[in-house]
């Protein structure tokens, strides 16, 4: 029963883990692309702007359009969307893995341990200086449920009350 234990809260954290890197890389997806859009818009405005021979507006937009430039390259969310979503993939391959121990009548100790070992460094490539915390509540409410549905209720559901929120 302990290996299902570890098991069941290790498709647990895979599973909320890799929601959550797939949204954070959305959403640095989408930054990146919005960002790319209002320089591109800016630098437009500018252009025309400065045909017409308006040159303090144009100088505005020009600075504007640089500045949204040096966020882009400094913040380099398509560099974070990336790596993000290059770890979600790899917490979706442990996720399988662990799917395998689980259906498993006599799972493998070193396998499970492996497959933990590996959660934890891919996590450690996270490219985000801070965890978005509604995020993360949101996955971990996901996953609860995904792995509930489909494992059954934890193991030890019996012995201790054991919420979604709990569980990060």
């Known amino acids: 029963m302990e290996m299902k234990q570890r098991i069941w809260d290790n498709l647990l954290d895979a ?16 930054y990146h692309l919005v960002l790319t859009i209002a320089t591109i818009m800016s630098t437009i405005a500018a252009a025309t702007v ?32 990336q ?20 259906h498993n009548d006599s799972p493998d100790a070193q396998i499970v341990e492996l497959l933990e070992s590996r959660v934890e460094s891919a ?12 995020l993360n509540n949101k996955c971990n409410e996901e996953a609860y449920r995904a792995v509930e549905s489909y494992y059954g209720p934890e193991p030890r559901a019996g012995l ?3 919420s979604p929120a709990a569980a990060s």
């Open 160 to 162: 201790e009350e054991r």
């Open 123 to 134: 996590v450690r490539e996270d490219p985000f200086l801070s965890v978005n915390e509604t």
């Open 15 to 30: 599973g909320r883990m890799s929601r959550y890197y797939g949204s954070r890389s959305d959403r640095a997806q989408t």
């Open 83 to 102: 790596v993000s979503r290059m770890i979600a993939g790899q917490l979706r391959e442990i996720e399988v893995q662990l799917r395998l121990q689980w």
């Open 50 to 81: 400065l045909l017409w021979d308006y040159v303090p507006a144009s100088a505005v937009l020009f600075f504007l359009s640089a500045l949204m430039s040096i966020v882009s390259v400094v913040l380099d969310f398509s560099g974070r969307a």
